[in-house]
């Protein structure tokens, strides 16, 4: 059970505090590719240096979520996640996302994007960004679905105050 700790979706602009993930070179996302039983369980999954271990779904609307140390937020926080239509957000799971083994390294100095809007870099051992948006393949006009917006959400995890839009 996920507990949320911000509001609702809203379609947002980008902070000009967030980091510019363009600076950081892509790995090849192949390596890190895993495979469910449905897509909403397959996609890519990374771990950071500092122990978070992050599943980015192949379904652009469910984005990535995060497991693990969230530094720089109240006590209980061990997760944070983004999609396209939900801004990011801050999370308690009570254990319940940790993978059983680790999830191959996300090296310092790099970024992972897919091609699916979503895109997360790890800045230095101890942080990491992601934004998540409209992918560049997908047709400008392409429409919001009736229950929700499209828009540019993110996170920043870093020991100086992890923060969501």
């Known amino acids: 059970m996920l507990a949320a700790l911000s509001g609702a ?16 070179p892509a790995v090849d996302p192949g390596p890190y590719q895993v495979f469910g039983a449905h897509p909403s369980t397959s996609g890519w999954a990374f771990s950071t240096p500092s122990g978070l271990q992050c599943r980015n ?10 497991f693990g140390p969230v530094p720089g937020t109240q006590d209980g926080v061990d997760s944070v996640g983004v999609s396209l239509t939900r801004e990011g957000t801050l999370m308690t799971s009570e254990g319940a996302g940790t993978a059983a083994e680790a999830y191959p390294l996300l090296p ?7 091609g699916n809007g979503v895109e997360c870099a790890v800045m230095s051992d101890d942080s990491l960004a992601c934004l998540a948006r409209k992918p ?8 919001d679905p009736p229950d929700r917006r ?9 020991e100086a105050g992890s923060w969501t839009f």
Do not use: R
């Open 136 to 143: 560049d393949s997908w047709a400008a006009d392409t429409p």
């Open 9 to 24: 979706p809203t379609a947002t602009a980008v902070p000009e505090a967030f980091p510019e993930l363009d600076a950081y």
């Open 57 to 66: 779904s192949l379904i652009p609307d469910l984005g990535v979520v995060c």
């Open 108 to 114: 310092t100095g790099s970024k992972f994007a897919a």
């Open 150 to 158: 499209y828009g540019e959400h993110g996170f920043v995890v870093q």
